[in-house]
């Protein structure tokens, strides 16, 4: 991926999408920054380079410029000294660098021109690197945030759990309650049971004495 287009990835607020399709986020964000500043010595470098260039862009027409006059001033003089034919070759010397002038000035301003735009590039990326630096500690505090809650997520699902559990287990005790309490119910029933039924057999081989008692003493009264 070339300079420009990661930078113009970065800086069309892809970032997020980046973010998102990352497995750590947090390392994303370092790498991006890493990623940008070493796009940025590149663009500075490159920047620099065409920043001279327009320099001796600059130099090579103020030389010509600087040349045409003197050529101008040493024909005025010639022509003092009555020397024509000298004037002559001076203006000859000075159409010829006239001549190249116009190429001259367009190479200048086209490498002007090229300066500013890598100036202006330059500047644009140092100033998001600088955004985007500020805005790290941020979105790592976000993310951090969002691991915290996403482990309070996971222990509210294992306390929703342990409730469950507990809810459970109640549940069989309640259970393992009323299994005994009908065990004892049933004990209770047996014995009674076994204890009516040797009582009413016994019942069979005892006289009630007191009623033949009553009533001997009565037939005793009335015999009198």
Not at 103 to 112: D, I, N, R, S, V
Not at 119 to 134: A, G, N, P, T, W
Request: with cysteine; net charge negative; glycine share 2%.
């Amino acid at each position: 991926m070339g300079i420009l287009s990661r930078f113009k990835d970065i800086m069309s607020s892809n970032i997020n999408a980046l973010l998102d399709k990352a497995e750590d986020p947090e390392k994303m964000i370092d790498q991006c920054l890493r990623n940008l500043n070493s796009d940025l010595g590149k663009v500075k470098s490159e920047t620099a380079s065409i920043m001279a260039e327009e320099q001796r862009a600059k130099r090579v027409l103020d030389d010509c410029e600087e040349e045409i006059a003197k050529m101008q001033t040493y024909a005025v003089k010639a022509l003092e000294a009555n020397n024509e034919n000298d004037a002559r070759k001076f203006l000859e010397h000075k159409a010829s660098l006239s001549a190249k002038l116009p190429g001259l000035k367009e190479a200048y301003e086209l490498a002007h021109n090229n300066a500013n735009h890598m100036r202006q590039m330059h500047d644009k990326l140092v100033s998001d690197i600088k955004e985007l630096e500020s805005r790290k500690d941020m979105i790592k505090g976000k993310l951090a945030v969002a691991k915290t809650q996403e482990r309070i997520n996971k222990m509210s699902s294992s306390v929703a759990s342990a409730n469950n559990s507990m809810a459970s287990f109640a549940k069989y005790e309640e259970m393992a309650d009323r299994a005994l309490d009908k065990a004892n119910a049933m004990a209770e029933l047996n014995r009674s049971s076994s204890n009516q039924t040797i009582e009413d057999l016994a019942k069979k081989y005892v006289s009630d004495t007191s009623i033949d008692d009553e009533l001997a003493a009565l037939k005793a009264s009335l015999n009198k």
